[in-house]
């Protein structure tokens, strides 16, 4: 399987503080991969990193075997859609407005939405079942659905590539379950590249085909979850103690947390 990003001994400073040490990392094409690891550990950064919104210190990242830093930015747009945590505007747009925006990196300057753009869009609307929403302003809807809307407007932009922080934080369960099983359907239905910072790890076993740990900016585990996901190294990255057990459905790795007075 070939590699949609190749990463060589990437390092990031931010204030002259070290976030990320010297990261070596390929991800694979067309697969779902998780990041993980406890909080400080420099996962939304290896994500802006990816998504060329910072420029590493040292290092270089690769894109289809090319230099990112060698993309313009509108081209960067047309393959990857980056999704940060808790997007929302106090503008009062619509569902569909908000959706249109993800046309714009293939609409060339004060060009109007062609036919196939709104029927792209509508696709989109269709897809996360928000057409019967689509002039509902976006701060009136729940938490789940405004996730749905940043979705849509997403794969409105036809990227091959979706980046995502922390897609399901601050949802419940429900909304949770829901938000994933429409990124698998979309994964499954065009082949994205997918690549997620998750902090729950039974909802990565469910969900992910790739997993990358980090702990204080540096890789401590890559590979399938089952090579992952095992009691030993998750207790020691997150330093909690883990009881692992199989999903009584589909058999992956699930950890019940526990604590020893």
């Not at 503080?17 to 400080?40: A, F, K, V």
């Not at 919104?53 to 040292?58: G, L, Q």
Request: a negative charge; aromatic letters at 8%.
């Amino acid at each position: 399987m070939s590699n949609v990003f190749e990463l060589q001994n990437i390092s990031f400073k931010y204030n002259e503080t070290s976030i990320l040490h010297e990261i070596s990392l390929q991800i694979p094409r067309t697969l779902i991969t998780g990041i993980l690891g406890p909080n400080g550990s420099g996962k939304t950064t290896l994500l802006k990193v990816l998504s060329g919104i910072y420029n590493p210190s040292k290092g270089y990242v690769l894109l289809n075997n090319k230099p990112l830093g060698q993309y313009s930015r509108p081209e960067i747009a047309r393959q990857i859609a980056f999704l940060e945590q808790n997007i929302s505007t106090s503008l009062p747009f619509t569902v569909r407005e908000v959706v249109e925006m993800g046309r714009f990196p293939w609409l060339k300057p004060l060009a109007p939405l062609s036919l196939k753009d709104r029927e792209i869009i509508d696709y989109a609307l269709n897809c996360f079942d928000l057409i019967n929403k689509q002039d509902q302003i976006v701060e009136t809807l729940s938490g789940g659905e405004r996730q749905l809307v940043s979705l849509a407007r997403a794969m409105a932009q036809e990227p091959k590539i979706l980046i995502l922080d922390e897609p399901t934080t601050y949802l419940d369960i429900g909304h949770q379950s829901m938000v994933m099983e429409y990124l698998r359907k979309w994964h499954n239905h065009f082949e994205t590249t997918i690549i997620m910072v998750i902090h729950d790890l039974n909802l990565s076993s469910q969900y992910c085909d790739h997993l990358v740990v980090l702990e204080q900016g540096n890789i401590v585990a890559v590979g399938n979850k089952n090579e992952v996901l095992c009691e030993e190294l998750i207790a020691k990255t997150y330093k909690a103690s883990f009881s692992m057990i199989k999903h009584p459905v589909s058999g992956v790795p699930q950890f019940l947390p526990f604590f020893v007075d």
